[in-house]
Nanobody, 121 residues
Framework: QVQLVESGGGLVQAGVSLRLSCTAS????????MGWFRQAPGKQREYVAI???????FHAESVKGRFTISRDNVKNTIYLQMNSLKPDDTATYYC???????????????WGQGTQVTVSS
């Protein structure tokens, strides 16, 4: 059974950093593109970052230069390093696997339960 488990969220002040982790189990995830999406209250889920199976990275314009996605295939884990956090980054962050490179949530087949990130001003 495929499982994705996120961790690392929390309540922080604007300007600080957080690192989210997502550990996958159930099979070898190095063969698949994985990504981070987020959903704020009352808004649709939106793409944050995707990393391809070869390690190419893609980031949404809203986070480019502040967030960095990476993966450790030995640990079956992906990370999202979030720097210079803003109140607008407040959302539930979801890890996803088997994602296409169209940056749409519909293109990902597996999802974690999400981890809450709240940034206060």
């Amino acid at each position: 059974q495929v499982q994705l488990v996120e961790s690392g969220g929390g309540l922080v002040q604007a300007g600080v950093s957080l690192r989210l982790s997502c550990t996958a189990s159930g099979r070898t995830f190095s063969r698949y593109a994985m990504g981070w999406f987020r959903q704020a209250p009352g808004k649709q889920r939106e793409y944050v970052a995707i990393i391809s199976r070869s390690g190419d990275t893609f980031h949404a314009e809203s986070v480019k230069g502040r967030f960095t996605i990476s993966r450790d295939n030995v640990k079956n884990t992906i990370y999202l390093q979030m720097n210079s956090l803003k109140p607008d980054d407040t959302a539930t962050y979801y890890c996803a696997s088997d994602c296409g490179l169209g940056f749409r949530s519909e293109e990902c087949d597996y999802w974690g339960q999400g981890t809450q990130v709240t940034v206060s001003s």
